[in-house]
Structure formats: C-alpha cells, structure tokens
T-cell receptor, first 109, second 117 residues
C-alpha cells in the first residue's frame, strides 16, 4: 500500500530550529509537497521537491532523497506564527496526491 | 482511519459538458466537507464549504451556479462543474472534517484532475 509517515506533534522554542521528517512509500513519484495549515484555514504551499537535494526559501528549507523515500522540512529562527500543522504530500505515478496526517508544531516562548 | 476518497481520479471532457466529482469519507462521518482547486505549484484555493444537509458556503469569486455542491449524507459530497470550459481545467481536492475525530483536522482526498478540451 501507499503511505506517508510524519510525526504527529512536535514542540520547539521561539528562535530555535526544527526539522520535520516525512517518509513515504508510494507507487511512483512525481514530486513531494510541503504545506502549512493554520487552524481553520486552507493549507498554504511551502515547497515542491522532485529532484534530490535541498531547496532553500527564506527561513524554510526542504530536502528530498528519492532513494531513501525521505524528506524533511527545516524551519529556522522559529516565530510564534509558525505554530501550525505541516502537511507532507507525495504525488504518485497517477498524479494523485497521497497525504500525510500532518505534524502539529507547537512553538513555545 | 480517517480516509477520504475521490472519484474519478482523472476526467477529460469536452467544453460545454458537465462533470461530477464525488468525495467520500470511508470510515468516518464528515459533518463538513471542503472543496479546493489547485493550480500547479500553488496553494490550494478554497472554493466552498459544505455542511451536511445545508447549502454550501462559497468563497468570493466562486460561481455557485457553475460549481454545484451537494452534501446529501455524512459520507458523501459531490461537486458538479457545469458547462465546463478549458479554464476550469485544474486539480480539485476535497477534504472532510468530523467533530467525532479531531475537530480541527481536515482529512484530504487524493484529488481529481480535470482536463477540459
């Protein structure tokens, strides 16, 4: 079967760095997405990785290793507004999105 | 648990025809379902929110007569794109929420890719 695994919840301190991991097993691969979702709001797109390596975008970076079926989202200089759920999703060979359950990130002062 | 399915996965249709997309919560009852559309590498754009047994609430700019939403049961919502045109080609994703699961969490479907020729 197809599945995406990511931690249910993480806690970090304001100003620190946190890494949210995502491992996947899917039938085919056409890219991996990271979304941020604040409670009660629609998910917002953060990153898309289709090739191995690190993509940096401001305070957020996303890494992909296709051979390992592994990605992480790295958040630096954490701010209170980064408290949200972070969703990992993989597009399979049929261009269907397989969603992780999301990681709830709690930022403490 | 908390699985959401969509049918069909892919649909190609001619301009002017209507297309119905189904969204089902397979193992839980969803009092609220959301319909989104997504263009490549962009965020999901919320189209409408539907509560079981009542009319859907549409976001600004979404034509309710063009995108008909029906949420007739606690496990099924449908989106009908009426008189589809090429600019309606997009990736349509539904999500479902249940007060008996986690009140805040939306469970997302795999999406339906629509191509209008």
């Amino acid at each position: 079967g197809q599945n995406i695994d990511q931690p249910t919840e993480m806690t970090a301190t304001e100003g620190a760095i946190v890494q949210i991991n995502c491992t996947y097993q899917t039938s085919g691969f056409n890219g991996l997405f990271w979304y941020q979702q604040h409670a009660g709001e629609a998910p917002t797109f953060l990153s898309y990785n289709v090739l191995d390596g690190l993509e940096e975008k401001g305070r957020f970076s996303s890494f992909l290793s296709r051979s390992k079926g592994y990605s992480y989202l790295l958040l630096k200089e954490l701010q209170m507004k980064d408290s949200a759920s972070y969703l990992c999703a993989v597009m399979d060979s049929n261009y269907q999105l397989i969603w992780g359950a999301g990681t709830k990130l709690i930022i403490k002062p | 648990g908390a699985v959401v399915s969509q049918h069909p996965s892919w649909v190609i249709c001619k301009s002017g025809t209507s297309v119905k997309i189904e969204c089902r919560s397979l193992d839980f009852q969803a009092t609220t379902m959301f319909w989104y559309r997504q263009f490549p590498k962009q965020s999901l754009m919320l189209m409408a929110t539907s509560n079981e047994g009542s009319k859907a609430t549409y976001e600004q700019g979404v034509e309710k007569d063009k995108f008909l939403i029906n949420h007739a049961s606690l496990t099924l919502s449908t989106l009908t794109v009426t008189s589809a045109h090429p600019e309606d080609s997009s990736f349509y994703i539904c999500s479902a929420r249940s007060p008996w699961q986690d009140q805040e969490t939306q469970y997302f479907g795999p999406g339906t890719r629509l191509l209008v020729l």
